[in-house]
């Protein structure tokens, strides 16, 4: 008897989370757990995105500003800010785990392709964009989770 073919899921969960200028698509199975924001214990020498670290789960959590890594500059803070653990994804990775700063709390949806539309990635985005999308009518990137963790390895 043959096997059947699996069907694909019509439908993904998704995160959208709300950043200064962008907002980003991630797999709700990207995302490990949303915590309050707490302020970082500063890395020496680091570059200005990288916020420092701060414990979670008796792990060492760095914190990203991950509009600065995309070029933009002067971001205020916000009473709502959150800090996003997401999973690297990273085979072998150094940090299995990253926080993402978002200026609020980040909400589920459901990603079907009739409400996705795709778009052209910026020229300074670089390796750590992987795709620009419509959602929904709404405008956000898709980050790729291994190269955040590289980029925060190197410098933490």
Not at 1 to 6: C, G, I, L, V
Not at 47 to 66: E, F, I, K, S, Y
Not at 77 to 87: A, G, L, M
Request: proline share 6%.
């Amino acid at each position: 008897m043959p096997e059947e073919e699996q069907a694909l899921p019509s439908e993904i969960r998704g995160v959208l989370i709300q950043l200064h200028g962008e907002q980003l698509l991630l797999p709700n199975a990207a995302v490990a757990e949303v915590i309050d924001y707490r302020e970082p214990q500063l890395v020496e020498q680091a570059p200005g995105w990288l916020l420092g670290t701060t414990d979670w789960r008796q792990r060492n959590l760095a914190m990203v500003r991950l509009e600065k890594l995309l070029g933009h500059s002067d971001l205020p803070t916000s009473q709502r800010q959150r800090i996003v653990v997401c999973h690297t994804l990273g085979e072998g990775a150094y940090r299995p785990f990253v926080g993402i700063v978002a200026i609020a709390i980040p909400r589920l949806v459901r990603v079907r392709e009739e409400i996705l539309q795709a778009q052209s990635v910026k020229p300074g985005d670089g390796a750590l964009v992987q795709a620009r999308l419509v959602i929904d009518g709404q405008d956000a990137l898709v980050p790729d989770l291994s190269e955040l963790e590289r980029q925060v390895s190197e410098v933490a």
